[in-house]
């Protein structure tokens, strides 16, 4: 069905969005400072989308999209770097106002930090394979560097809201990947999948996830400075 990809980006946020105004979080109010997050995060990602579809990494199935292009990209594609991100977003505000207990200890920044050059190392073995070289090096540089902004209950609360978002991301990525409307040349990715999702879509996510929060929590320092 061509509305699929679309149907798909409305179902993601139109929970998120009503409860927005939910009396005890009001999230809409902070929404001046979360959209240039949201749009900065956004445009990154459109440009490293852009040269992954237009090199073949990715490609999208016409038979799921409404059909208009931009770019090489569908609409339906900007739209989820919109609908993800504050998809998520909204859960990391609700766990603030739900559930605001802190699980992982203050060491887990290092092992973060640890992780990042693991992965930046680790990148340079897959030179040969552009979306496996690409999440590595970009989580290798981008992990590290949140750490000093999501210090203590907000790196806690933002690994919690990613392990939470892991199980929305198993219905989503997985309806993108099994019917499929995203068609992936395994030739450029680990070809590891769990279920239909490539493993790079994991650290693709975390990347998103990372940027859109860090500069969320860097804005929000700033106005309370």
Known sequence: MRYTYLLIDIATIA??????????????KKWKYYLPALIITAL???VWDYFKTRY???SFNDKYIIGIRALGMPLEEYLFFIVVPYACT???ESLAHRWPRRIFPDITK???RVAGLLLLIASFFF????????VFFILGLVLPISTFILTGDKLDRFIQMYLI??????IVNGLL???????YDDTQNFGLRIGTIPVEDFLYSAILLLMNITIYESILSRQKE
């Open 15 to 28: 929970v998120p969005l009503v409860y927005s105004f939910d009396a005890k979080m009001r999230f809409y």
């Open 44 to 46: 990154f990602f459109l």
């Open 90 to 92: 909204f859960i990391y």
């Open 110 to 112: 290092y092992y973060a």
């Open 127 to 134: 030179l040969h394979q552009a979306y496996t070289f690409s």
């Open 177 to 183: 990947t099994y019917l499929p409307v995203v068609l």
């Open 56 to 58: 073949g990494v990715w």
């Open 165 to 170: 978002s892991l199980v929305p991301m198993f």
